[in-house]
């Protein structure tokens, strides 16, 4: 059974920083290891992904600021954000592709606060 657990959210000031960890288990995880996130109200959206040979994605609005890395031998993957800004706010989710193109399987979402 896979399992997907988060930890590292949490509140913070704009311009500070947070590092959010995701530890898979139940299989190991040769395709794509993702993080969205999903503010009040609005949907759910990619923010980075990091494939097994550590080629990354980042939306436009994290360029810069949110670094992605995974482990491979520990089945885990990070996300360290920097100077965070109060729209960065939502429930941060990580994710992992069983097959790829398709990310099917899920961390129960993590909450990070940005406050002004």
């Known amino acids: 059974q896979v399992q997907l657990v988060e930890s590292g959210g949490g509140l913070v000031q704009a311009g500070g920083s947070l590092r959010l960890s995701c530890a898979a288990s139940?299989?190991?995880?040769?395709?794509?290891m993702g993080w969205f996130r999903q503010a009040p109200g609005k949907e759910r959206e990619i923010v980075a992904a990091i494939s097994w040979n550590k080629n990354t994605y980042y939306t436009e609005s994290v360029k810069g600021r949110f670094t992605i890395s995974r482990d491979n031998a520990k089945n885990a993957v990070y996300l360290q954000m920097n100077s965070l800004k109060p729209e960065d706010t939502a429930v941060y989710y990580c994710a992992v592709e069983g097959v790829p193109g398709r990310f099917d399987h899920w961390g129960q979402g993590t909450q990070v606060t940005v406050s002004s």
């Open positions: 139940g299989r190991t995880f040769s395709n794509r």
